[in-house]
């Protein structure tokens, strides 16, 4: 279907790519997207842990766990 | 053993938000937030991917609103889809 094909795209699109990732307790957390399965399941890179819009963390590495995913956001690529 | 549907003018839910597709969706969560945006795409979960989004969380501060070009929204939180709309009293800026 047409409609899923939007998704699978943007999956692939996005590696690579700075991404902010929000969880459901309202943590963010920015980095690069290293990985992405169909759990939502996240490995990002040079991640930074943002509590109430202030940088609380850094890793290098990180993997979260796709339950806790509220969403996967990237800003707009501009050719 | 695939029943047949009782009226070929019966709308499934999917079918009514695969026909949003292109256009302003306004999304309610579990847990006080909404969002409104371009509808690009969903699939089985109500996994949704949305363009030019407004995230509304409402907080005892306030609503707090937050920008975003482009999100895969997980559906697992989303309770209701309001097709074309904006977000009721859009002018009032909370914070």
């Not at chain 1, 399965?37 to 991640?47: K, P």
């Not at chain 2, 079918?15 to 795409?41: A, P």
């Amino acid at each position: 279907m047409s409609r899923k094909e939007a998704l699978s795209s943007f999956i692939q699109q996005i590696h690579g790519r700075p991404v902010v990732v929000k969880l459901n307790s309202g943590v963010d957390y920015r980095g690069v997207l290293a990985c992405l399965d169909g759990y939502m399941n996240i490995a990002l890179e040079q991640t930074e842990e943002y509590v109430n819009g202030q940088l609380k963390n850094k890793y290098g590495d990180a993997f979260i766990r796709g339950n806790n995913v509220l969403y996967i956001s990237t800003s707009k690529r501009r050719m | 053993m695939s029943q047949p549907l009782p009226n070929p003018n019966t709308l499934l839910p999917l079918e009514l938000v695969d026909k949003c597709i292109g256009s302003r969706i306004h999304i309610i969560m579990k847990n006080d937030k909404e969002m409104v945006g371009t509808l690009q795409g969903f699939d089985d979960f109500v996994n949704m991917l949305l363009d030019d989004v407004t995230e509304y969380e409402s907080t005892p501060e306030g609503r707090k609103i937050t920008k975003l070009d482009q999100i895969l929204l997980n559906g697992n939180n989303i309770a209701m889809l309001v097709p074309g709309g904006e977000m009721p009293g859009d002018s009032y800026e909370g914070q």
